[in-house]
């Protein structure tokens, strides 16, 4: 039993309207508490009693269960993201410190069985080129690290040049010089194993009328040069101990997937002392071509870091002009050295004879040419070092001025026979540094 607690009173109208109360039995507390009103059984004196309201408690614990789910829901939504978003940074963690353990390992060349070769370049089937030096092979060691695999002829003498290598490329790590991974000495087989240049060397991009096609524009040339600078300025200023390279030519330099340089092949190379800057040599070594005079012969003084200097000016100018520098201009002419043409060209304002589409092209070339005679002055005071070099590119080109022209038409003999003259006036009363053992 229980009261209506309402009625559609617009249907009946409010003038017609009768309320009835009940008198017996008497069920406000019940009400009251939202319970339902009844009789008790059996009971005496229209005696009632309150009946828990099951129907009108339904919605209420309808809505409370589908809260509390929802609620339940969502926490464990974000409990399964939070467990997951742990274990994939805990991965990604983990990937990261498994990628600089092995990025630390790889920082030191790792030596190599002759059986662990043949795996990596699958038996030596994929040959890349062959040299003086020996055979250069393409490997893997998986398949996202590509490598050149360089076999060394057992004709090299005591293996002066291969210990030379591995020792110099241990300590070096620059973004233009090419990384050494491994080698191998596995009796009288000896290899050096290198990250892949897959673009080659960049006598490969020289400019040139019958290289037209390799040609990468002078924008490209002039970064290629740049980072070729950065990379000698590294290896004379950055390393503990002053690296001079001696063997700078266009076939030391290679290209990765980006055309960035590295430089490489350190056989030639010695360490000497930051502080002091000649180095003693009993024999020339390097190119012919790209030798400073200083290391060709001791006339013109004693040899330096700035023989690394000379050996780029001479590459630069190779690399812009196209021709071998040894090579002459014309046929049954008095030889004019190649150099010496460019310097000429230069100095009487004409155009620089290569291939250029527009004028910004042109500003680079003769920027470029110009940083090269200023590399290629006989005596070595008269260099700029690597970082002027640097400098110097990244300047503008109207302020650089065409050095003075080293070079003698008159001849050979003349030629270096003033520049040594000179050499040994100012060389007088420097003390010849022993090289580093």
Same mark, same amino acid.
């Given at each position: 039993m229980?009261?209506?607690s ?8 409010k003038?017609?309207?009768l ?22 059984n ?15 408690s ?10 509390l789910g929802?609620?339940?829901?969502v926490f464990?939504?974000?409990a ?6 742990s274990?994939?940074l805990?991965k990604e963690?983990?990937?990261?410190f498994?990628k600089?353990?092995e990025?630390y390992?790889a ?7 002759h059986?662990?070769?043949k795996r &990596?370049?699958n038996?030596?089937t /994929?040959?890349?080129?062959?040299g003086?030096?020996g055979?250069?092979?393409?490997g893997?060691?998986?398949k996202e690290?590509? #490598?050149a695999v360089?076999?060394l ?7 002066e040049e ?13 973004v233009?010089i090419?990384?050494?991974v491994?080698?191998?000495a ?8 290198? *990250? ?7 006598q490969?991009?020289?400019n040139?009328?019958?290289?037209k096609k ?6 490209k ?12 300025e590294?290896l ?11 063997d700078?030519?266009?076939q030391?330099v ?5 055309f ?9 190379s ?13 024999t ?9 005079? *200083?290391?060709?012969s ?14 780029y000016?001479?590459m ?9 520098i040894?090579? /002459? ?11 010496e043409? &460019?310097?000429?060209?230069?100095e ?5 004879? #290569? ?5 910004g092209?042109?500003k ?9 005679l200023?590399?290629?002055q006989w005596?070595?005071a008269?260099r ?5 070099v ?8 109207d302020?650089?001025q065409?050095p003075?022209?080293p ?5 050979t003999?003349r030629?270096?026979?003033?520049a040594?003259?000179?050499?040994m006036?100012l060389?007088?009363?420097l003390e010849v ?5």
């Open positions: 229980f009261n209506i309402s009625f559609p009173s617009d249907f009946l109208g003038d017609n309207i309320e009835l109360l009940w008198s017996e039995p008497n069920c406000k507390d019940c009400e009251r508490h939202r319970n339902r009103c009844g009789w008790k059996y009971g005496d004196n229209n005696e009632t009693r309150c009946f828990v309201n099951h129907k009108g339904t919605p209420v614990l309808v809505t409370t269960g589908s809260v929802s609620l339940f829901a464990l939504v974000c399964v993201y939070h467990f997951y978003d274990y994939t805990r963690k983990q990937a990261i498994d600089f353990l990025d390992r920082l030191k060349p790792t030596r190599y069985s059986t662990e070769l &990596i370049t038996n030596f /994929d040959k890349l080129g062959e003086a030096y055979v250069v092979f393409k893997s060691i998986s690290f590509i #490598v360089k076999m002829n057992n004709s090299q003498g005591n293996g291969f210990i030379n290598e591995v020792n110099t490329m241990g300590r070096i790590h620059h233009n090419v990384r050494m491994g080698f191998c596995d009796g009288f087989k000896r290899a050096l194993i290198y *990250e892949f240049m897959p673009n080659g060397s960049l490969n991009f020289k040139s009328p019958n290289n390799s040609f990468l524009g002078w924008q040339l002039y970064e290629i040069t740049l980072g070729i600078a950065k990379g000698i590294y004379h200023q950055g390393c503990d101990q002053r690296i001079v390279h001696f700078i030519k266009p030391n290679l290209l990765d997937g980006n960035s340089p590295k430089i490489c092949d350190f056989g030639l010695k360490l000497c002392s930051k502080e002091q800057s000649l180095v003693s040599m009993t020339a070594r390097g190119t012919l071509g790209y030798i400073a005079p *200083e290391v060709f001791r006339n013109f003084g004693n040899v330096s870091y700035k023989s690394d200097v000379y050996s000016g001479m630069m100018l190779e690399t812009i002009g196209g021709r071998k040894t090579e /002459d201009i014309e046929e049954n002419t008095s030889h004019v050295y190649y150099p043409w &460019i310097h000429n060209l230069l009487e304002g004409d155009e620089m004879r #290569v291939h250029i589409d527009d004028e092209d042109a680079i070339a003769r920027k470029l040419a110009i940083v090269g200023c590399c290629i005596h070595a008269h700029p070092s690597m970082q002027m640097i400098q110097m590119l990244e300047g503008t080109e302020r650089l065409v003075p022209n070079f003698a038409s008159a001849g003999k030629k270096f026979g003033s040594g003259i000179a050499a006036q060389n007088q009363g540094i022993q090289e580093l053992e």
